[in-house]
């Protein structure tokens, strides 16, 4: 049912919860599991210090997802893809889908920042809108 | 595993419980249908006779409760003769209240461990005036949500 498995992740602790369950889900299926960070061309921006607060962010990328590799490889997910992208992350996510294949995206309902802690994180609003493919929202456990 | 599946009589949601009971049957699950009547709806009668045209306008649109329960027995007899081609037996549900609300809540109360939704595909414009279930099930649910399309 499913081959392939995407789990975008922001590091946040909900991403961390979805990354569980995609790992879950993966291990179960066989399927492969990939992970991106994107780096927010929006966020980042070309203006003053651009490239400063990019490389930034890019390096913190490769750590959250070295992360995400590390957990996949613990529970014995066989095929694992990882990667660090730029751009505006829903519509990365959507390119990603369609260029690998993707069955099923799974992602947290919450951001990072602390506005979108009480509503659904934007990226994945606009992902659950716009997908073709089905997404799998994970919430973290209500406090 | 147990999983809840929301329908609603909409092409999506025919889409959705044979996604649904595929995967239930590669997972070993139990599928579970509901329906959500919305009284609020179908309750907004008013006891003065229709004297003007806006009235009429807002009035007739009513439905009886009733009528509404036929709709959400119809719904599910067709939501259960899906997943019955598919070979899989499943259980229905039907609950009160706007499915946004109601259905995230009975999920959770029931111990469900995943709710499965279908989406329709509006344009953006078109779902910032009048939302999408989808969304605000996702928004309200404490379990994991499949939204599929």
Not at chain 1, 58 to 82: M, S, W
Not at chain 2, 104 to 115: H, I, K, R, T
Not at chain 2, 121 to 144: D, L, N
Request: net charge negative; proline share 3%.
């Amino acid at each position: 049912m499913y081959d392939d498995i995407l789990v975008p992740t922001d590091g946040s602790d909900c991403a961390r919860r979805a990354v569980e369950e995609a790992v879950r889900l993966a291990t179960a299926f066989d399927a492969a599991l990939h992970t991106f960070y994107v780096v927010d061309t929006e966020l980042s921006g070309a203006e003053g210090g651009g490239a400063v607060v990019f490389d930034e962010l890019e390096a913190e990328g490769e750590r959250i997802v070295r992360d995400v590799v590390e957990r996949a490889e613990d529970a014995g997910v066989d095929t694992i893809e990882a990667s660090v992208a730029t751009g505006v992350p829903y519509r990365s996510i959507l390119d990603y889908c369609e260029e690998y294949d993707v069955d099923l995206v799974v992602m947290g309902t919450h951001g990072r920042t602390g506005l979108e802690r009480t509503l659904v994180g934007s990226v994945t609003e606009k992902v659950v809108r716009t997908s073709d493919v089905p997404v799998l929202t994970v919430s973290l456990p209500s406090e | 595993m147990r999983f809840l599946v929301a329908v609603d009589g909409s092409r999506q949601s025919e889409q959705t419980i044979e996604y649904a009971v595929e995967l239930a049957e590669a997972t070993g699950a139990s599928v579970t249908l509901v329906y959500a009547v919305d009284p609020e709806v179908y309750s907004e009668g008013g006891m003065e006779p229709i004297s003007s045209l806006s009235d009429a306008d807002q009035r007739l649109i009513i439905e009886d409760i009733e009528d509404a329960e036929r709709r959400a027995e119809d719904v599910l007899d067709e939501a259960v003769r899906i997943a019955e081609n598919l070979g899989v037996e499943v259980e229905t549900e039907t609950i009160y209240g706007d499915p946004v609300v109601s259905i995230p809540s009975f999920a959770e109360s029931e111990g469900y461990d995943n709710l499965f939704v279908g989406h329709q595909g509006r344009s953006e414009r078109t779902e910032r005036v009048i939302g999408s279930v989808a969304k605000g099930i996702v928004e309200r649910s404490s379990i994991p949500v499949t939204v599929v399309r």
